[in-house]
C-alpha cells in the first residue's frame, strides 16, 4: 500500500497567520489518466471528517479560498493563509490514485 | 443537500457480527454519478477506507484487502440505503465507522455522522 507521511504532526499556530501542511507518498500520485488523486481534509474536534482539496488543488464547495492546495508526483503542501479559530483540528492528506485508498496519519492545527 | 444517517449498535461482541445502516436523504443509493463507502477511524489504525458499493448498469463492490474475506456492503434500493456488516470481529475492529458518499479519487464529499463501535465481551 501507499504510504502517505505528513508532517509537522503538530502545527501552532498564531491566529492571522500562515500555515503550512506537508503530505509525502512512498510513490508518485500521477495515475494513469493523467490526474493526481491527492485530497485533503479537515475534522474538527468531534466531528466526521470533512472534505477540503481534491485533485491537487481544487477546493471543494463552501470551504473559504483561504484554504489551497498544491504539489506535484510525491510532494504535497495545504496552505491556509491566515489561520482562524474555526480551523482548529486534524488535517488528513488521502491518495486515490493507487489500490487501496490510503491517508495520512494526520496534522493537528492548534491555536498558540 | 444529501445527507447520510447511520444507525446500529455501539457494542458488538468478539467473534460476533457488526451490522450498521446508513440511510441516504437527498440522492439515491442507484444513482450513477456516486458511490456509497464505509470507512473506519481509530487510534491504532487512524482512518481506513474499508469498501463501497456502487451501480454502474449493475451492482458492484469492493473492498479493502484488510477485510475482504470478512466484509458485506450491500445497497437496499427499497430504503434507499446501505449497510456494513463485518463478521468475526475481534478488539482490533474498535472503531468510528463512517458512512460515506463519493468516488476514491475526487475524495468523499458527504459523510454520515460516524457511529462508534466497540467490541468487547
Known amino acids: 500500500d501507499v504510504v502517505m507521511t505528513q508532517s509537522p504532526l503538530s502545527l501552532p499556530v498564531t491566529l492571522g497567520q500562515p500555515a503550512s501542511i506537508s503530505c509525502r507518498s512512498s510513490q508518485s500520485l500521477v495515475h494513469s489518466d493523467g490526474n493526481t488523486k491527492l485530497s485533503w481534509f479537515q475534522q474538527r474536534p468531534g466531528q466526521s471528517p470533512r472534505r477540503l482539496i481534491y485533485?491537487?488543488?481544487n477546493r471543494a464547495s463552501g470551504v473559504p479560498d483561504r484554504f489551497s492546495g498544491s504539489g506535484s508526483g510525491t510532494d504535497f503542501t495545504l496552505k491556509i493563509s491566515r489561520v482562524e479559530a474555526e480551523d482548529v483540528g486534524v488535517y488528513y492528506c488521502?491518495?486515490?490514485?493507487?489500490?487501496?485508498?490510503?491517508f495520512g496519519g494526520g496534522t493537528k492545527v492548534e491555536i498558540k | 443537500q444529501v445527507q447520510l444517517q447511520q444507525s446500529g449498535p455501539g457494542l458488538v461482541k468478539p467473534s460476533e457480527t457488526l451490522s450498521l445502516t446508513c440511510a441516504i436523504s437527498g440522492d439515491s443509493v442507484s444513482t450513477d454519478s456516486a458511490a456509497w463507502n464505509w470507512i473506519r477511524q481509530s487510534p491504532s489504525r487512524g482512518l481506513e477506507w474499508l469498501g463501497r458499493?456502487?451501480?454502474?448498469?449493475?451492482?458492484?463492490?469492493e473492498y479493502a484487502g484488510s477485510v475482504r474475506s470478512r466484509i458485506t456492503i450491500n445497497p437496499d434500493t427499497s430504503r434507499n440505503q446501505f449497510s456494513l456488516q463485518l463478521n468475526s470481529v475481534t478488539p482490533d475492529d474498535t472503531a468510528v465507522y463512517y458512512c460515506v458518499r463519493g468516488w476514491i479519487g475526487d475524495g468523499w464529499d458527504v459523510w454520515g455522522q460516524g457511529t462508534t463501535v466497540t467490541v468487547s465481551s
Open positions: 488521502m491518495q486515490g490514485t493507487h489500490w487501496p485508498p490510503t
Open positions: 458499493t456502487y451501480y454502474r448498469s449493475r451492482w458492484n463492490n
Open positions: 485533485r491537487v488543488s
